[in-house]
Antibody, heavy 118, light 108 residues
Framework: EVLLLESGGDLVQPGGSLGLSCAAS????????MSWVRQAPGKGLEWVSH????????YYADSVRGRFTISRDNPKNILYLHMTNLRAEDTAVYFC???????????WGQGTLVTVSS | EIVLTQSPATLSVSPGDRATLSCRAS??????LAWYQQKPGQAPRLLIH???TRATGIPARFSGSGSGTEFTLTISSLQSEDFALYYC??????????FGQGTKVEIK
């Protein structure tokens, strides 16, 4: 069974930084590309960032490019998202998501809440 | 960026009835469309990929159809556990992957 467990969500002030982690198990982590998807309170789903299986390529939504950095540690089976210069509009639950070999989002973690507020 | 528009925003259905949800793409996405179910406080769950292929463990009352720009998710006979939010996702052209804004299926 695929398990994705996010951590690191917290209350942070505007302009601050925060790092999220996602511990993966139940599959060969190094074989799969991964993404972060977020959901603001009461809102829909928004893709944030993506990293290929070998970290060779990363992608970012326009709303976070230049502020967020995605990375992974394949030997440790961990996905990361480092967020800087946080804004109120970054407030959301952040989900770690396994991308299938056919490019859709397959398994999701339970999410971790990031709140940006003074 | 491909925009997905879901309709209706809210669908009121009685248990046992059929529910039909729509997802329209701003340009063709071929068959590269997925559907997700989300309940309050939970992560989305994959229901359908490839427009019509049920994911592992998804009951047969869930079916998907369509291609190009028009897609439909049908729940043939609504059970109590099916009242939830439903999102479509296109994965034809990425980045970005884009979602519809969601349809809430509520009890009539």
């Amino acid at each position: 069974e695929v398990l994705l467990l996010e951590s690191g969500g917290d209350l942070v002030q505007p302009g601050g930084s925060l790092g999220l982690s996602c511990a993966a198990s139940g599959f060969t982590f190094s074989d799969f590309a991964m993404s972060w998807v977020r959901q603001a309170p009461g809102k829909g789903l928004e893709w944030v960032s993506h990293i290929t299986s070998n970290s060779g390529t990363t992608y970012y939504a326009d709303s976070v490019r230049g502020r967020f950095t995605i990375s992974r540690d394949n030997p440790k089976n961990i996905l990361y998202l480092h967020m800087t210069n946080l804004r109120a509009e970054d407030t959301a639950v952040y989900f770690c998501v396994q991308r299938s070999k056919d490019y859709y989002f397959d398994s999701w973690g339970q999410g971790t809440l990031v709140t940006v507020s003074s | 960026e491909i925009v997905l528009t879901q309709s209706p925003a809210t669908l009121s259905v009685s248990p046992g009835d059929r529910a039909t949800l729509s997802c329209r793409a701003s340009q063709s996405v071929g068959p590269y469309l997925a559907w997700y179910q989300q309940k309050p406080g939970q992560a989305p769950r994959l229901l359908i990929h490839g427009a019509s292929t049920r994911a592992t463990g998804i009951p047969a009352r869930f079916s998907g159809s369509g291609s190009g720009t028009e897609f439909t998710l049908t729940i043939s006979s609504l059970q109590s556990e099916d009242f939830a939010l439903y999102y479509c996702l296109q994965y034809h052209t990425w980045p970005p992957w884009t979602f519809g804004q969601g349809t809430k299926v509520e009890i009539k």
